[in-house]
């Protein structure tokens, strides 16, 4: 204790910390009673099809980040990243994308970064990094095709495997803030669980 403190003061101090502790504890069980909540909500809503799924869990992460556009990818730890699902992309840069088919990415780019992390990379600016300058494929395809600037990949964990990814983009320069991305991984949490299930009910149907 400083000189010149009270105990009283003290406590205070500590009280007041407790207090913002259990607030942010509090705010963390809403946002995830909240994901959960959105997920429920959308697999009620697509009977189990696998599309309507995918198409609502994206468009709710874009919504949620206030983002452009966005890309689910599938991923396999062999063949590599595949996307799969767009949302308002520009159409080069989809089909760039569709042309690729399963690729491996490099460990410098956002997505690869995400996926040596298993946690969320956000990049302010992807004409910024040194990578965009030594023309790497796929950098080079979302600044030049994408017109991307603000970038954000979002893992989607099943347990501990990774089973893909949101990637999120703006095309201004406007970096993704800490709680949007918060939330955004709470709802990515919920939603590989629904994308898997729902995967398994098409397959099913698919063999009757």
Do not use: H
């Amino acid at each position: 204790m400083l000189e010149g403190d009270s105990p009283d003061l003290k406590s205070q101090d500590d009280q007041a910390a407790l207090v913002s502790e259990l607030a942010l504890s509090l705010e963390e069980a809403l946002g995830r009673e909240r994901a959960l909540s959105e997920v429920l909500r959308i697999i009620s809503r697509s009977d189990g099809d696998i599309n309507d799924v995918i198409a609502s869990v994206l468009g709710y992460a874009l919504d949620l980040c206030d983002a452009g556009f966005g890309i689910l990818f599938d991923y396999n730890s062999e063949s590599g990243s595949k996307a799969t699902y767009f949302r308002n992309i520009p159409q080069p840069f989809q089909d760039w994308f569709i042309q690729q088919g399963a690729f491996q990415v490099s460990p410098k780019t956002g997505l690869g970064r995400m996926i040596a992390r298993r946690e969320v990379v956000s990049i302010a600016d992807v004409r910024s990094e040194e990578i965009y300058r030594q023309g790497d494929p796929l950098r080079d395809a979302t600044v030049e095709l994408g017109g991307a600037r603000s970038f954000t990949a979002i893992p989607m964990l099943a347990g501990d495997r990774l089973i893909g990814a949101f990637t999120i983009y703006r095309q201004q320069l406007r970096p993704f803030d800490g709680r949007s991305l918060e939330l955004a991984q709470m709802f990515a949490d919920q939603s590989a669980i629904a994308i898997e299930n729902a995967r398994l009910v098409s397959e099913l149907r698919a063999k009757q």
